[in-house]
């Protein structure tokens, strides 16, 4: 029995672990709790779980508290990842799987190789909190011109093969009676044309203003004169290099067949030089009167400038890309195909838009012209005389005015983008402005002054036509370049196959054409101002209706092939074109 409580004396004392359970005697050392799994003091536990030693066989006492203090101190300058107990090792992770070698033939584009964000931070070298928005999208990668040139071809491809598709369809559905009737239809524009362009001017003189007693002369002599033709010359070669001065917004072009390219919008500063150089000349006292006495001169000498320039750009069209033909102007018949031209828009040295230049030729010289014409009445006007003329020439010059600052918008237009460059359209800018300036001449000549309250009537009248024109063609160039506009969302519209809208509200909602209308009734009220003695003035806003309906067909038809069940569905809803309630 002694001995027996003796070895039950010798053997030591349970002890407490850490987690407060008590130990067994007799236990092996192997199966005691591990070291490491007392939790680290890294993961923010607290310091008063201290590793429990091993308990041994022989009699253990406690450690002090100053040595478990040392410990949790040393403890706490451990490293974030302390060592792993050798009892609880992983086990050696499986070797992981070579990583797939990527394919050769599928290298990374280079404009991802670096975001514009992660590149504009080298740049400028600042802390992300303390950038503004603004200079984190400042400089932009060096690649994204060569996606966009990738994606630019790709679209001229597409585009080319597109029109070429239209070429090929409409020569197979042509026959030799289509040929006949397009080689008809071309041969009486060219006749007809020019003589509409020069009978008003030349029934409307200071002799006469009638067709009862117009005798045209059978002299060339009174038709073609070298003065003119380098006058009018100068003029155009002055807008062309007007054209050219780098002042003005460049603004890039509307998405078209050929592609996009930028214009310069400096038309309003053409016009107020083309002002100043027209003060000049009277200043030094150039006979500016030669322009009044070589009226028909000058207007032949535009239709031969038209008709030598129409000639250029067929010569051109056979060299230009697919991408850039007019569809209807290749039919391989020469008369049609030089009425109406082998391109949309052709540009000389891929620089100059020579149909945009010439528009704006066409307005400014209907301006150069009114100012010209009042120069040769200054003397009336400064004794108070010539309201009529005053009045005439204003909303004319209004008109231009007006034109030049929002020109921008004309490149939204149905003439810009769809009709071809050919002898229609480039006789049509060249000879045009003659045909209204024949009215200020005529109130010029014949003296024409009416009631404050009658040209307070025309004025109003005038104003309402310009409101229609100008917003109407405001709303449609701001839906065409942006239809998700925050200002236009509220605009119904119809949705097409090719993923367009087409607007079917505001102006668009009450007539087709509302730009038509605006320019219509301008044009009435400039004939308005020649008074009610004469009716060959009138002349000059009937021509305008004849030429507004022959384009909204024309518009209609070319929308009906675009747009197909869209644009059945938009006339259906909308049914007239021009004039509410009438056509």
């Not at 404009?111 to 590149?119: E, G, T, V």
């Amino acid at each position: 029995m002694a001995a027996r409580r003796k070895s039950r004396s010798r053997s030591p004392a349970p002890t407490k672990t850490a987690r407060g359970r008590s130990r067994s005697r007799g236990k092996s050392p192997a199966r005691g709790k591990s070291p490491a799994r007392g939790k680290s003091p890294a993961r923010g536990k607290s310091p008063g779980r201290p590793k429990t030693p091993v308990p041994s066989r022989s009699r253990s006492v406690s450690p002090p508290p100053v040595e478990v203090t040392k410990s949790v101190a040393k403890s706490s300058k451990r490293t974030k990842s302390p060592k792993k107990s050798p009892a609880r090792g992983k086990s050696p992770a499986p070797p992981k799987s070579p990583a797939r070698p990527k394919s050769p033939g599928r290298p990374k584009s280079p404009a991802r190789i670096k975001s514009p964000l992660a590149k504009s931070i080298d740049v400028v070298d600042k802390p992300l909190a303390d950038m503004k928005k603004a200079d984190l999208f400042a400089v932009k990668p060096e690649t994204s011109g060569l996606r966009r040139s990738a994606r630019t071809a790709r679209s001229e491809d597409e585009n080319a093969k597109q029109v070429q598709a239209i070429i090929d369809s409409n020569k197979q559905k042509g026959g030799k009676g289509r040929d006949i009737l397009g080689s008809v239809s071309a041969l009486l524009s060219l006749i007809i044309l020019p003589a509409l362009f020069l009978l008003l001017p030349a029934a409307c003189t200071k002799v006469q203003c009638s067709f009862q007693n117009f005798r045209p002369s059978l002299n060339w002599r009174n038709y073609i004169d070298r003065d003119s033709f380098t006058l009018y010359s100068a003029f155009v070669l002055l807008q062309l290099v007007l054209s050219l001065v780098p002042l003005g917004a460049t603004v890039d072009g509307p998405p078209m067949k050929g592609g996009r390219h930028k214009k310069r919008m400096n038309g309003f500063f053409a016009a107020l030089v083309t002002l100043v150089a027209i003060g000049l000349l009277e200043y030094f006292k150039y006979p500016l009167d030669l322009v009044y006495d070589k009226y028909i001169p000058i207007c032949v000498a535009s239709i031969l400038y038209g008709f030598a320039l129409s000639l250029i750009l067929f010569i051109m069209g056979g060299r230009a890309p697919v991408s850039s033909l007019n569809p209807n102007g290749n039919s391989g018949n020469f008369l049609k195909d030089f009425t109406l031209g082998r391109q949309i828009t052709p540009l000389l040295f891929d620089r100059i838009d020579i149909k945009f230049i010439f528009h704006r030729v066409s307005l400014v010289a209907l301006m150069a012209l009114n100012i010209i014409f009042l120069t040769r009445k200054i003397d009336l006007i400064k004794q108070g005389n010539g309201t009529g003329l005053i009045f005439t020439c204003g909303i004319q010059i209004w008109y231009c005015l007006d034109y030049c600052w929002c020109e921008e918008q004309w490149l939204y237009s149905f003439e810009y983008q769809r009709a071809g460059a050919g002898f229609q359209s480039i006789v049509g800018y060249a000879a045009w402005p003659f045909i209204p300036a024949t009215l200020t001449k005529f109130v010029l000549d014949y003296g024409v002054d009416m009631p404050w309250y009658v040209y307070g009537v025309i004025m109003i009248v005038h104003n309402f036509g310009w409101v229609i024109y100008r917003a109407s063609t405001s709303q449609k160039a701001e839906f065409r370049k942006n239809p998700l506009k925050p200002s236009l969302s509220h605009l119904e519209t119809i949705p097409t196959s090719q993923g367009k809208k087409l607007l079917a509200s505001a102006w668009f909602g009450w007539i087709r054409h509302p730009n038509y209308l605006g320019v219509l009734i301008m044009h009435i009220c400039w004939a308005a101002v020649c008074g009610t003695t004469h009716v060959l003035p009138y002349i000059f806003p009937l021509f305008t209706l004849l030429l507004l309906v022959e384009r909204s067909l024309r518009v209609d038809d070319n929308c009906k092939q675009r747009y197909g069940a869209a644009w059945e569905r938009y006339c259906s809803r909308v049914k007239k074109r021009v004039i509410p309630g009438v056509f």
